[in-house]
């Protein structure tokens, strides 16, 4: 699993030296300009929705669809009725030349999930429920379906390496995005066992099944 950063691409030039840096996160919030390598673009809901802003940014990166992992259609912070509302109009939001990702609220695991819609699925929620083993069966099935894996609120290594180890393929954080030292304590603590590798392919298939 590695890190997309909300910030700009001048920062983004030095964290991509970092193994658990992948690219970059794109959300109508920071509104940063395109580094030029792998995106994901959230939707900004977690503070307040704009769906104006959100039309700007899609419209500005629609060149860059090639390079994006996924856009998040807009959900309701800890309710999934209200995000599966949303989701069933996603057309409304992001149309479909964009890999869509739907964003797992609490309570999804109990109701049918239309995975047929989503070529990704971007775990968001709040605490214990992300960090619970409803969550992880969600990953794992997400995974056996063939979609991208995106974890939101990633700032301690505890959670990097839960996620890691299931076999998420990104993730953000806003702590690791303002500051350099929390990507330095969790790329640290991974180092610390060397043995296993940051990235084993043979340990995240283990870890899906």
Same mark, same amino acid.
């Given at each position: 699993?590695?890190?997309?950063?909300?910030?700009?691409?001048?920062?983004?030039?030095?964290?991509?030296?970092?193994?658990?840096?992948?690219?970059?996160?794109?959300?109508?919030?920071? &509104?940063?300009?395109?580094?030029? !390598?792998?995106? +994901?673009?959230?939707?900004?809901?977690?503070? &307040?929705?704009?769906?104006?802003?959100?039309?700007?940014?899609?419209? &500005?990166?629609?060149?860059?669809?090639?390079?994006?992992?996924?856009?998040?259609?807009?959900?309701?912070?800890?309710? %999934?009725? $209200?995000?599966?509302? /949303?989701?069933?109009?996603?057309?409304?939001?992001?149309?479909? =030349? @964009?890999?869509? #990702?739907? =964003? %797992?609220?609490?309570?999804?695991?109990?109701?049918?999930?239309? @995975?047929?819609?989503?070529?990704? /699925?971007? /775990?968001?929620? !709040?605490?214990?429920?992300?960090?619970?083993? #409803?969550?992880?069966?969600?990953?794992?099935?997400? *995974?056996?379906? !063939?979609?991208?894996?995106?974890? !939101? &609120?990633?700032?301690?290594?505890?959670?990097?390496? @839960?996620?890691?180890?299931? +076999?998420?393929?990104?993730?953000?954080?806003? +702590?690791?995005?303002?500051?350099?030292?929390? *990507?330095?304590?969790?790329?640290?603590?991974?180092?610390?066992?060397?043995? $296993?590798?940051?990235?084993?392919?043979?340990?995240?298939?283990?870890? #899906?099944?």
């Amino acid at each position: 699993m590695r890190f997309l950063i909300d910030t700009s691409p001048a920062t983004m030039a030095d964290r991509i030296s970092s193994p658990l840096v992948s690219g970059q996160l794109i959300t109508p919030l920071t &509104r940063y300009s395109n580094w030029g !390598g792998e995106f +994901g673009i959230d939707n900004g809901a977690f503070s &307040r929705f704009d769906n104006a802003t959100f039309q700007k940014l899609l419209e &500005r990166e629609k060149g860059n669809v090639e390079r994006c992992k996924f856009v998040a259609v807009p959900d309701i912070v800890s309710n %999934a009725r $209200r995000t599966l509302e /949303i989701f069933k109009t996603h057309s409304n939001f992001v149309s479909n =030349v @964009w890999p869509i #990702a739907m =964003v %797992a609220q609490d309570g999804i695991e109990d109701m049918d999930i239309p @995975w047929w819609s989503m070529q990704a /699925i971007f /775990i968001g929620g !709040g605490d214990p429920w992300k960090d619970s083993r #409803a969550v992880a069966d969600i990953v794992k099935t997400a *995974l056996i379906l !063939g979609k991208h894996v995106h974890i !939101g &609120r990633v700032n301690t290594i505890k959670r990097f390496r @839960w996620f890691h180890d299931l +076999g998420a393929h990104t993730c953000d954080g806003s +702590g690791v995005a303002m500051y350099d030292h929390m *990507l330095a304590n969790i790329e640290r603590e991974m180092n610390r066992f060397p043995d $296993r590798g940051l990235f084993d392919e043979d340990e995240l298939a283990e870890a #899906a099944k």
